[in-house]
Nanobody, 128 residues
C-alpha cells in the first residue's frame, strides 16, 4: 500500500511558480494511478491533474491546463506538480492521491471519491 508524504508549497506572488512533490514510502508506487487535487476554503475538493501508471497519459482540469505540469518518477517513487503562472484563484490546500489500477497506460478516473490513499495536504497561497 502507498504511504504518501507531500512537500513543497508555500506563499508566492501571482505569476510565480511552485513545485509540489509526493513521495511514497511503500514499495508499490508504480501500481497506482496518481493524482493531484485541491480544496479551497468553503469549497469541495476538486481535481487538478492525474497521471497514468507509466506516465504516458495525463489529464488536467481546464483551469490549470497550460500552466501546471504533472509528472512522476517511478524509480524514485515520487510524483510532482510543477505550477507556473500562479493565480490567486489557485490558493488552496493541495493533496496528492493514489488509486490502485491494472491498466498502465490510461487515466481511468479523475473523481476524488475513487482515490483511496491520500497525502497530508500542503498549503499553496498565491498573493495578488
Amino acid at each position: 500500500q502507498v504511504q504518501l508524504v507531500q512537500s513543497g508549497g508555500g506563499l508566492v506572488q501571482a505569476g510565480g511558480s511552485l513545485r509540489l512533490s509526493c513521495a511514497d514510502s511503500g514499495r508499490t508506487f508504480s501500481s497506482y494511478l496518481m493524482g493531484w487535487f485541491r480544496q479551497a476554503p468553503g469549497k469541495e475538493r476538486e481535481f487538478v491533474a492525474a497521471i497514468s501508471r507509466n506516465g504516458g497519459s495525463l489529464a488536467y482540469a481546464d483551469s490549470v491546463k497550460g500552466r501546471f505540469t504533472i509528472s512522476r518518477d517511478n524509480a524514485k517513487k515520487t510524483m510532482y506538480l510543477q505550477m507556473n503562472s500562479l493565480k490567486p484563484a489557485d490558493t488552496a490546500v493541495y493533496y496528492c492521491a493514489a488509486r490502485l489500477v491494472i491498466s498502465t497506460r490510461v487515466v481511468q478516473t479523475t473523481d476524488p471519491a475513487d482515490f483511496g490513499s491520500w497525502g497530508q495536504g500542503t498549503q499553496v497561497t498565491v498573493s495578488s
